[in-house]
Every structure is written in C-alpha cells, then in structure tokens.
C-alpha cells in the first residue's frame, strides 16, 4: 500500500556532512508525524528528530544544533541533514511516516517504516 523509501547513506570522516532522504508512494492521503530513528549495534532504537504536519520539529538532545529536519509535501519526503557528524552518530538510519490511507471507503492512519540506511563515521 505504502512504501518508504530512504536513501543517502554511507561512510564519512568525523565532521562531515550526509543528507539522508525518505520517500513516501502508494494510495497516500496525508502524512502526518514524519521521524528519523537510529538504531546502533547492540543499543535500542532511538527517536533522532520528527516534523509534524505543521512543521513544528523536535530533536534528540545529542543532535541539537548539528541536524535538521525537513519535508517536501509535495514528493511525500522527509530529509535529515546531518553535520558535524561524530562517531557516536554511526547507526542504521530508519524513517517513519504516520500516513493517512483509505481503508474500505473510510481513513485510516498506520505507521510505515523505511528499510534503513547505514551511516558510518569513521576517519
């Protein structure tokens, strides 16, 4: 119905910069919440930054002022800009979408996770 879509990954020095992307297709009405997650081996999931609908955005403390979070309505994206990357950040990258679909004439709204994208820092 809803698939998720996250790109640009990969390895990067301390310091640098990656831009993640997440691209929502499928029978989408809206979407609601748009979040980044991380998840580092060995540790639990963790909430990275989300944007909501009305482009109100939180983040996690240890990415304040380094990362930001944005979304294009109009190509069902969301984007994570991350600078000053430290080591400490290396984790699979998920994203996560509250989307409104119609389910049998009538909405409904699901949680839809992208597949996640390895970012390395490492000099």
């Known amino acids: 119905q809803v698939q998720l879509v996250e790109s640009g990954g990969g390895l990067v020095q301390p310091g640098g910069s990656l831009r993640l992307s997440c691209a929502a297709s499928?029978?989408?009405?809206?979407?609601?919440?748009m979040k980044w997650y991380r998840q580092a081996p060995g540790k639990q999931r963790e909430l990275v930054a989300a944007?909501?609908?009305?482009?109100?955005?939180n983040y996690a403390d240890s990415v304040k002022g380094r990362f930001t979070i944005s979304r294009d309505n109009a190509k069902n994206t969301v984007y994570l800009q991350m600078n000053s990357l430290k080591s400490e950040d290396t984790a699979v990258y998920y994203c996560?979408?509250?989307?409104?679909?119609?389910?049998?004439?009538?909405?409904?709204?699901?949680?839809?996770w992208g597949q996640g994208t390895q970012v390395t820092v490492s000099s």
């Open positions: 996560n979408e509250q989307v409104q679909v119609w389910v049998r004439g009538h909405l409904e709204s699901r949680d839809y």
């Open positions: 499928g029978s989408i009405f809206n979407i609601n919440a």
């Open positions: 944007i909501l609908s009305t482009g109100t955005t």
